[in-house]
C-alpha cells in the first residue's frame, strides 16, 4: 500500500519563476494538505484541499495556489519565486478532515 | 502561533527510556495533542495522539496531564535509530476545519 508520493524530490529555480509541486495521497485518503518547512523550523501550514476546494489556508500570499483533482491527487503552485521560497514542501493526505495524516518525504526547493 | 513549548535538545543513552516533556498550557478542551518525529529532512512519521487519557502504541507511550497542559511522550526503549526531531502538536479546529499547529520541536539524540 504505497503512502503519500511527492514529486520532484528536489528542483532548483530561479528568482521569479514559477514551480508545480506534486502529491498523490495515500490509497483511500481523500484530504490533502501542504506545508512549508524551512531549515530548522517546524513545518508551517500552507492550505488544505478537499472535494476538489481549497476548505483553508494558512498566513501565505497568494503567490501560493493549488489544486486538487477528481482523483484526490493535488499540485502546489507557487508563482515569482523568491530566494525565501526555498524549503522543503510537505504533502499529507488524512482519510478525512479530522485527522490521521500521513505526510509524503517532500519536495526540497531551492530557489537561486 | 504555536501552541506548544518544547526543549530545544535532548540527550538519552541506548536502551533507556526517552522521555520529551510538551507545555501546552493554552490548550482547549477538544483540542487533540499529537506527536510526530522527522528523521533528518524526510517527512514527519506519524508517532501517537491523545486527548485526555494516556495512550500507548507500539511505539511509545503519551501521558497527558490532568489539566491538560502538559503531556510527556515515552519511548520505553530507545534506539540509535529513534534520533529525530520530535514534534508536539496541538490540533485545532479553525474556520470548520481541523489544523495542526506544530511548535519548534526537540531533537532527540540517542547516543550508544
Known amino acids: 500500500d504505497a503512502g503519500v508520493t511527492q514529486s520532484p524530490t528536489h528542483l532548483i529555480k530561479t528568482r521569479g519563476q514559477q514551480v508545480t509541486l506534486r502529491c498523490s495521497p495515500k490509497?483511500?485518503?481523500?484530504?490533502v494538505s501542504w506545508y512549508q518547512q524551512a531549515l530548522g523550523q517546524g513545518p508551517q501550514f500552507i492550505f488544505q484541499?478537499?472535494?476538489?476546494?481549497?476548505?483553508q489556508r494558512g498566513n501565505f500570499p497568494d503567490r501560493f495556489s493549488g489544486h486538487q483533482f477528481p482523483n484526490y491527487s493535488s499540485e502546489l503552485n507557487v508563482n515569482a519565486l523568491l530566494l525565501g521560497d526555498s524549503a522543503l514542501y510537505l504533502c499529507?493526505?488524512?482519510?478525512?478532515?479530522?485527522?490521521?495524516?500521513?505526510f509524503g518525504s517532500g519536495t526540497r526547493l531551492t530557489v537561486v | 502561533d504555536a501552541k506548544t513549548t518544547q526543549p530545544p535538545s535532548m540527550d538519552c543513552a541506548e536502551g533507556r527510556a526517552a522521555n520529551l516533556p510538551c507545555n501546552h498550557s493554552t490548550i482547549s478542551g477538544n483540542e487533540y495533542v499529537y506527536w510526530y518525529r522527522q528523521i533528518h529532512s524526510q517527512g514527519p512519521q506519524y508517532i501517537i495522539h491523545g486527548l485526555k487519557n494516556n495512550e500507548t502504541n507500539e511505539m511509545a507511550s503519551l501521558i497527558i496531564t490532568e489539566d491538560r497542559k502538559s503531556s510527556t511522550l515515552i519511548l520505553p526503549h530507545a534506539t540509535l535509530r529513534d534520533t529525530a526531531v520530535y514534534y508536539c502538536?496541538?490540533?485545532?479546529?479553525?474556520?470548520?476545519?481541523?489544523?495542526?499547529?506544530w511548535g519548534a520541536g526537540t531533537k532527540l539524540i540517542i547516543k550508544p
Open positions: 502538536i496541538v490540533r485545532v479546529y479553525m474556520d470548520s476545519n481541523y489544523q495542526l499547529i
Open positions: 499529507a493526505s488524512s482519510p478525512d478532515r479530522v485527522g490521521g495524516y500521513t
Open positions: 484541499y478537499y472535494e476538489e476546494e481549497e476548505r
Open positions: 490509497s483511500g485518503h481523500d484530504t
